[in-house]
């Protein structure tokens, strides 16, 4: 399911981060942030992912949240990556946020995590986005709308996704938790406006 943590590009030469194995993918884009399948019934304008089986990006994001996090350098090897930035520095800002309320159980978790999924957000080309260097700005008020959508649909799936990998019962992981302080590529938001 996923690569080996001694894959070329990983731990074993402690040199690079991990990066999608999503980025050949034949898919839309709009700027060069793509718009990869997900496993989800949340309602939005990503394709529906074909093989159930097979990991999509936000089962990547959290994959490789924990070693990336380390990295202040990740150089993007395609639109994929660019979701998986995004996704991993949505995974902070769930952490944090988790960390702020103080060892919530899981239902407090999961409501705390699915509020922050649908809080307002910048995207590609608007001031609050701390990513504009890297990524375009959407062409069209249309392709506008659409990425916020996109990634509207992906915060909701990944805060219902995390929830479960974060408790184990009814209890916050400790180890996970460890980690709401690091700050990936040295940012501490993906533009959330709370």
């Given amino acids: 399911m996923h690569k080996a943590l001694h894959s070329p590009k990983g731990w074993a030469y402690g040199i690079a981060a991990f990066h999608s194995s999503l980025n050949a993918l034949d898919t839309r884009f709009i700027g060069n942030v793509a718009l990869l399948p997900i496993k989800t019934k949340v309602r939005g304008p990503a394709p ?94 249309l392709e506008q709308d659409t990425l916020r959508q996109y990634f509207s649909q992906i915060r909701q799936e990944t805060s219902a996704r995390l929830t479960a990998k974060l408790y184990d019962g009814n209890t916050l992981s400790k180890w996970w938790m460890s980690f709401s302080k690091k700050k990936f590529m040295g940012i501490a938001s993906v533009g959330t406006l709370v």
Avoid at 76 to 99: H, M, N, S, T, W
Avoid at 123 to 136: T, V
């Fill in 48 to 141: 529906p992912a074909v093989d159930l089986a097979a990991d999509d990006i936000i089962d990547e994001a959290i994959y490789y949240f924990r070693p990336n996090c380390f990295f202040r350098n990740f150089e993007i090897g395609g639109g994929a990556d660019r979701v998986l930035i995004y996704v991993q520095l949505f995974i902070q800002e769930c952490l944090g946020k988790l960390a702020a309320a103080k060892n919530p159980n899981a239902s407090d978790g999961a409501r705390i995590l699915a509020t922050h999924a649908l809080q307002n957000f910048s995207i590609p080309g608007e001031a609050g986005f701390p990513l504009n260097a890297m990524y375009e700005k959407p062409a069209t008020k």
